[in-house]
Protein backbone atom coordinates (compact mmCIF):
# COMPACT_ATOMS: atom_id res chain seq x y z
CA UNK A 1 0.00 0.00 0.00
CA UNK A 2 2.85 2.34 0.79
CA UNK A 3 4.30 1.50 -2.63
CA UNK A 4 1.77 2.23 -4.35
CA UNK A 5 0.39 5.61 -2.66
CA UNK A 6 4.07 6.85 -3.04
CA UNK A 7 4.20 5.51 -6.75
CA UNK A 8 0.57 7.42 -7.20
CA UNK A 9 1.87 10.69 -5.86
CA UNK A 10 4.99 11.03 -8.16
CA UNK A 11 2.98 10.52 -10.78
CA UNK A 12 1.14 13.34 -9.64
CA UNK A 13 3.74 15.93 -8.89
CA UNK A 14 7.03 14.61 -11.07
CA UNK A 15 5.20 14.88 -14.41
CA UNK A 16 6.39 12.09 -17.46
CA UNK A 17 7.79 12.69 -20.50
CA UNK A 18 4.77 12.43 -22.56
CA UNK A 19 3.54 15.53 -21.70
CA UNK A 20 6.34 17.70 -22.30
CA UNK A 21 6.99 18.45 -18.19
CA UNK A 22 9.92 16.92 -16.45
CA UNK A 23 11.95 18.91 -13.64
CA UNK A 24 15.25 18.28 -13.88
CA UNK A 25 16.29 17.38 -10.34
CA UNK A 26 13.04 15.89 -7.44
CA UNK A 27 13.91 15.31 -3.73
CA UNK A 28 11.58 12.73 -2.10
CA UNK A 29 11.36 12.46 1.23
CA UNK A 30 10.61 9.03 2.95
CA UNK A 31 12.07 5.76 4.31
CA UNK A 32 14.43 5.29 1.07
CA UNK A 33 14.64 1.23 1.91
CA UNK A 34 10.90 1.62 0.13
CA UNK A 35 11.34 4.90 -1.73
CA UNK A 36 13.89 3.61 -3.88
CA UNK A 37 11.91 0.52 -4.72
CA UNK A 38 9.00 2.18 -6.04
CA UNK A 39 11.55 4.54 -7.44
CA UNK A 40 12.85 2.04 -9.71
CA UNK A 41 9.56 0.59 -10.43
CA UNK A 42 7.93 4.51 -11.58
CA UNK A 43 11.39 4.86 -13.59
CA UNK A 44 11.21 1.36 -15.67
CA UNK A 45 7.39 1.53 -15.79
CA UNK A 46 6.57 5.57 -16.42
CA UNK A 47 9.00 6.69 -18.09
CA UNK A 48 10.34 3.62 -20.01
CA UNK A 49 14.18 3.71 -19.23
CA UNK A 50 15.35 0.29 -17.64
CA UNK A 51 17.59 0.43 -13.85
CA UNK A 52 19.59 -2.49 -14.74
CA UNK A 53 22.46 -2.95 -17.26
CA UNK A 54 21.85 0.95 -18.29
CA UNK A 55 25.16 3.12 -18.39
CA UNK A 56 23.00 6.35 -17.77
CA UNK A 57 21.17 4.94 -14.83
CA UNK A 58 23.04 5.40 -11.29
CA UNK A 59 22.32 4.98 -8.16
CA UNK A 60 24.55 6.05 -5.82
CA UNK A 61 24.17 5.34 -1.73
CA UNK A 62 26.34 6.97 1.39
CA UNK A 63 25.52 7.79 4.99
CA UNK A 64 26.46 11.55 4.86
CA UNK A 65 26.65 13.20 1.36
CA UNK A 66 30.29 14.95 1.26
CA UNK A 67 31.81 18.14 -0.84
CA UNK A 68 34.50 14.88 -2.47
CA UNK A 69 30.93 13.10 -3.54
CA UNK A 70 29.11 15.67 -5.13
CA UNK A 71 32.34 16.92 -6.86
CA UNK A 72 32.19 12.79 -8.09
CA UNK A 73 28.35 13.67 -9.00
CA UNK A 74 29.21 16.64 -11.24
CA UNK A 75 31.96 15.16 -13.08
CA UNK A 76 29.54 12.33 -13.84
CA UNK A 77 26.81 14.15 -14.81
CA UNK A 78 28.54 16.46 -17.23
CA UNK A 79 29.53 13.19 -19.39
CA UNK A 80 27.29 12.41 -22.63
CA UNK A 81 25.13 9.84 -22.38
CA UNK A 82 25.73 6.12 -23.50
CA UNK A 83 22.72 5.86 -25.34
CA UNK A 84 22.19 8.44 -28.45
CA UNK A 85 19.81 10.96 -27.28
CA UNK A 86 19.36 8.98 -23.83
CA UNK A 87 18.52 10.56 -20.83
CA UNK A 88 20.61 10.06 -17.18
CA UNK A 89 19.20 9.48 -14.30
CA UNK A 90 21.31 9.86 -10.81
CA UNK A 91 19.64 8.71 -8.22
CA UNK A 92 21.51 9.74 -4.86
CA UNK A 93 19.91 8.10 -1.44
CA UNK A 94 21.67 9.84 1.91
CA UNK A 95 20.59 10.30 5.56
CA UNK A 96 22.35 13.43 5.61
CA UNK A 97 23.97 16.23 3.28
CA UNK A 98 26.96 18.42 4.38
CA UNK A 99 26.27 22.00 3.97
CA UNK A 100 29.41 22.08 1.52
CA UNK A 101 27.66 19.35 -0.62
CA UNK A 102 24.57 20.97 -1.09
CA UNK A 103 26.32 24.25 -2.01
CA UNK A 104 28.25 22.35 -5.10
CA UNK A 105 24.38 20.42 -5.77
CA UNK A 106 23.34 24.29 -6.18
CA UNK A 107 25.76 24.74 -8.97
CA UNK A 108 24.53 21.78 -10.65
CA UNK A 109 20.97 22.07 -10.54
CA UNK A 110 21.00 25.89 -11.59
CA UNK A 111 22.91 24.80 -15.12
CA UNK A 112 21.92 21.35 -15.11
CA UNK A 113 23.38 19.02 -18.18
CA UNK A 114 21.21 18.51 -21.30
CA UNK A 115 18.49 15.57 -20.51
CA UNK A 116 20.28 14.70 -16.89
CA UNK A 117 17.74 14.30 -13.96
CA UNK A 118 18.39 13.73 -10.45
CA UNK A 119 15.95 11.88 -7.46
CA UNK A 120 17.63 12.86 -4.02
CA UNK A 121 15.92 10.55 -1.46
CA UNK A 122 16.20 11.76 1.84
CA UNK A 123 14.31 11.05 5.38
CA UNK A 124 14.01 14.75 5.73
CA UNK A 125 13.80 17.49 3.77
CA UNK A 126 14.18 20.26 6.79
CA UNK A 127 17.80 19.85 6.86
CA UNK A 128 18.30 21.28 3.02
CA UNK A 129 18.98 24.67 2.36
CA UNK A 130 16.16 26.98 1.29
CA UNK A 131 18.24 28.14 -1.96
CA UNK A 132 18.46 24.57 -2.48
CA UNK A 133 14.68 23.47 -2.03
CA UNK A 134 13.85 26.55 -4.15
CA UNK A 135 15.76 24.78 -7.62
CA UNK A 136 14.00 20.66 -6.52
CA UNK A 137 10.72 19.67 -6.90
CA UNK A 138 9.89 18.12 -3.46
CA UNK A 139 7.67 14.99 -3.22
CA UNK A 140 6.82 13.02 0.42
CA UNK A 141 6.69 9.88 0.83
CA UNK A 142 6.03 9.81 4.41
CA UNK A 143 4.16 7.20 6.01
CA UNK A 144 1.12 8.85 7.40
CA UNK A 145 0.13 6.30 9.47
CA UNK A 146 3.82 6.18 10.95
CA UNK A 147 3.39 9.82 11.28
CA UNK A 148 0.42 9.96 12.85
CA UNK A 149 1.29 7.48 15.62
CA UNK A 150 4.97 9.83 16.02
CA UNK A 151 6.80 6.76 15.27
CA UNK A 152 9.18 5.97 18.19
CA UNK A 153 8.53 9.06 20.29
CA UNK A 154 5.98 7.87 22.78
CA UNK A 155 8.11 4.17 23.12
CA UNK A 156 11.12 6.52 23.48
CA UNK A 157 9.48 8.29 26.12
CA UNK A 158 8.34 5.75 28.29
CA UNK A 159 11.75 4.10 28.64
CA UNK A 160 13.61 4.98 31.90
CA UNK A 161 16.70 7.52 31.11
CA UNK A 162 19.35 4.16 31.08
CA UNK A 163 16.90 2.41 27.86
CA UNK A 164 17.04 5.70 26.74
CA UNK A 165 20.92 5.66 26.47
CA UNK A 166 21.01 2.11 24.93
CA UNK A 167 18.18 2.55 22.48
CA UNK A 168 20.44 6.13 21.27
CA UNK A 169 23.18 4.03 21.38
CA UNK A 170 21.61 0.94 19.21
CA UNK A 171 19.96 3.33 16.51
CA UNK A 172 23.03 5.71 16.41
CA UNK A 173 25.92 2.72 16.56
CA UNK A 174 25.23 1.01 13.10
CA UNK A 175 25.46 3.17 10.07
CA UNK A 176 22.74 1.45 8.41
CA UNK A 177 20.40 2.67 11.08
CA UNK A 178 21.27 5.97 10.95
CA UNK A 179 18.26 7.29 9.32
CA UNK A 180 16.43 5.99 11.92
CA UNK A 181 18.37 9.08 14.46
CA UNK A 182 16.88 11.20 12.12
CA UNK A 183 13.55 10.35 12.13
CA UNK A 184 13.51 9.71 16.20
CA UNK A 185 14.72 13.72 16.48
CA UNK A 186 11.41 14.05 13.78
CA UNK A 187 9.17 12.21 15.46
CA UNK A 188 9.87 14.37 19.06
CA UNK A 189 9.32 17.30 17.45
CA UNK A 190 6.03 16.62 16.20
CA UNK A 191 4.91 15.13 19.41
CA UNK A 192 5.68 17.67 21.39
CA UNK A 193 4.54 20.28 19.03
CA UNK A 194 1.12 18.73 18.42
CA UNK A 195 0.99 18.46 22.51
CA UNK A 196 1.83 22.24 22.77
CA UNK A 197 -1.54 22.66 20.35
CA UNK A 198 -3.46 20.60 22.16
CA UNK A 199 -2.03 22.99 25.44
CA UNK A 200 -0.73 19.79 27.42
CA UNK A 201 2.77 20.59 27.03
CA UNK A 202 4.79 20.75 30.19
CA UNK A 203 7.66 23.49 30.94
CA UNK A 204 10.49 20.98 30.61
CA UNK A 205 8.92 19.68 27.21
CA UNK A 206 8.63 23.32 25.38
CA UNK A 207 12.85 23.50 26.31
CA UNK A 208 12.85 19.85 24.83
CA UNK A 209 10.89 20.91 21.94
CA UNK A 210 13.06 23.96 21.36
CA UNK A 211 16.26 22.24 21.69
CA UNK A 212 15.35 19.53 19.02
CA UNK A 213 14.47 22.12 16.82
CA UNK A 214 17.73 23.84 17.46
CA UNK A 215 19.48 20.67 16.88
CA UNK A 216 18.33 19.77 13.71
CA UNK A 217 19.53 23.02 12.05
CA UNK A 218 23.13 21.45 12.87
CA UNK A 219 22.29 18.47 10.98
CA UNK A 220 23.81 20.77 8.26
CA UNK A 221 26.78 20.16 9.10
CA UNK A 222 29.68 17.55 8.17
CA UNK A 223 28.63 14.57 10.34
CA UNK A 224 26.58 15.94 12.82
CA UNK A 225 26.61 13.96 15.98
CA UNK A 226 22.92 12.55 16.47
CA UNK A 227 24.22 10.62 19.36
CA UNK A 228 25.11 13.47 21.39
CA UNK A 229 21.96 15.55 20.73
CA UNK A 230 19.48 12.46 21.39
CA UNK A 231 21.18 11.44 24.60
CA UNK A 232 20.91 15.09 25.43
CA UNK A 233 17.26 14.92 24.77
CA UNK A 234 16.90 11.53 26.59
CA UNK A 235 18.05 12.84 30.17
CA UNK A 236 16.16 16.16 30.29
CA UNK A 237 12.90 14.60 29.74
CA UNK A 238 11.16 12.70 32.68
CA UNK A 239 9.82 9.49 31.34
CA UNK A 240 6.26 9.45 31.00
CA UNK A 241 3.94 6.73 32.78
CA UNK A 242 3.65 3.29 31.39
Do not use: C
Not at 95 to 113: G, M
Not at 126 to 143: E, G, K, M, Q
Not at 202 to 208: A, L, S
Amino acid sequence: MVIKSQTQNWQQKIGNFENGFFHHAFLIEGNSALTRVSLRDFIETELQISTIGNPDFSELEFVTFGIDDSRALKEMQSRRAFAEGGKKMFVVIANTFTTEAQNSLLKIFEEPTDDTHFFILAPSAHFFLPTLLSRIVSVSAHDKNREERFGDAPEFLKMSYAERLAFVLKITKDEKDAGRSERLMEDLIRYFYKKGSAGKRTKEEVRVLDLALLYRKYTHGKAPSFKMMLEHLALIVPPLSK
